[in-house]
């Protein structure tokens, strides 16, 4: 968030929560505009690609760009507001140097560890810019 707050978006990768997300955050038809062109210029264009998940890069590149800009815009109570208004499920991170310790990250399969050497995100989406 603005202030500095690390916020975990819960049920993001559904389709009853990605919507919500979007909304609340205010960028949901900005978004959508934008994964449309994404996919008549990069994704339906790119056939040599085999593999779905990074043939879908751009889609989840939009996604995630119109969320982390939006949350650097706003303040944690500002977000809980919103949330509110829009029932979007999450939590914040009280410490985010302790996340790999959350119960939630390992129940949710978010995380894959190894090792402490080798961590991995599961999922093709990364929430960062």
């Known amino acids: 968030s603005k202030d500095g707050v690390w916020v975990q978006l819960l049920g993001l990768d559904t ?6 997300t979007l909304a609340a955050l205010g960028v949901k038809w ?6 449309l062109f994404q996919v008549f210029t990069k ?5 040599k690609e ?4 990074k043939k879908l890069r751009p889609i989840f590149a ?11 815009e706003l303040t944690y109570d500002e977000l809980c507001g919103r ?24 129940d949710n399969g978010i995380i ?5 050497e080798n961590v991995s995100v599961t999922t093709p989406v990364q929430f960062q810019a």
């Open 30 to 35: 900005r978004t959508f505009g934008n994964l």
């Open 112 to 116: 894959l560890i190894d090792s402490m």
């Open 43 to 47: 994704v339906l264009p790119n056939r």
């Open 50 to 53: 085999k593999d779905v998940a």
């Open 62 to 72: 939009t996604i995630t760009n119109s969320i982390s800009s939006r949350f650097s």
């Open 83 to 106: 949330f509110a208004a829009h029932e979007v499920w999450f939590t914040p991170l009280r410490a985010p140097k302790n996340l790999l310790h959350y119960g939630q990250v390992h």
């Open 15 to 20: 389709k009853r929560h990605l919507g919500k």
